[in-house]
């Protein structure tokens, strides 16, 4: 391994970094208008739907009436079937675009931050192995003993 190799290394991590902080910066771009254009409102949860489909039983459905300006509206947000978290009549918070009210998801943390999160976990999940990589390349490049054949 040459030392022209981990130089060709350290470039890929830095445009991988580079990567990852574009994405990051549009993410939080994403929330802030988010919240800059959004308002928060109560709900009552409605309904609740376990969709069938090619994977039946896969994704559940919460159909939320919320009031805007004493215009009703109703919002269906799509879920993991194993998120138990509302019944039907319970009150929960609704975020709905200020310019078109029935553009609205429901208040909670998955909703709003997936993405930034995705983020981090993909940087979290490729930047191990990569520097798990680098400790092998450097004890290539600098401990020549072990990369080097025996001379009997």
Not at 28 to 57: Q, Y
Request: aromatic share 16%.
């Amino acid at each position: 391994m040459k030392t022209q190799d981990i130089k060709y290394f350290y470039y890929f991590i830095l445009v991988f970094f580079i990567l990852v902080f574009v994405g990051v910066i549009f993410e939080t771009c994403r929330i802030i208008l988010i919240f800059h254009n959004s308002s928060e409102v109560k709900g009552t949860v409605i309904s609740i739907e376990i969709l069938t489909g090619p994977d039946p039983g896969r994704t559940k459905t919460y159909s939320i009436n919320y009031t805007v300006n004493e215009n009703k509206y109703t919002v269906t947000n799509y879920v993991q079937l194993d998120d138990n978290r509302y019944k039907i009549g319970d009150v929960v918070n609704v975020i709905y675009n200020n310019k078109n009210p029935e553009n609205a998801w429901i208040d909670s943390w998955i909703e709003t931050y997936y993405g930034i999160t995705l983020y981090l976990v993909i940087d979290i999940i490729l930047l191990l192995p990569i520097f798990l990589l680098k400790r092998y390349l450097k004890s290539k490049i600098f401990n020549p003993i072990h990369s080097a054949p025996l001379d009997l």
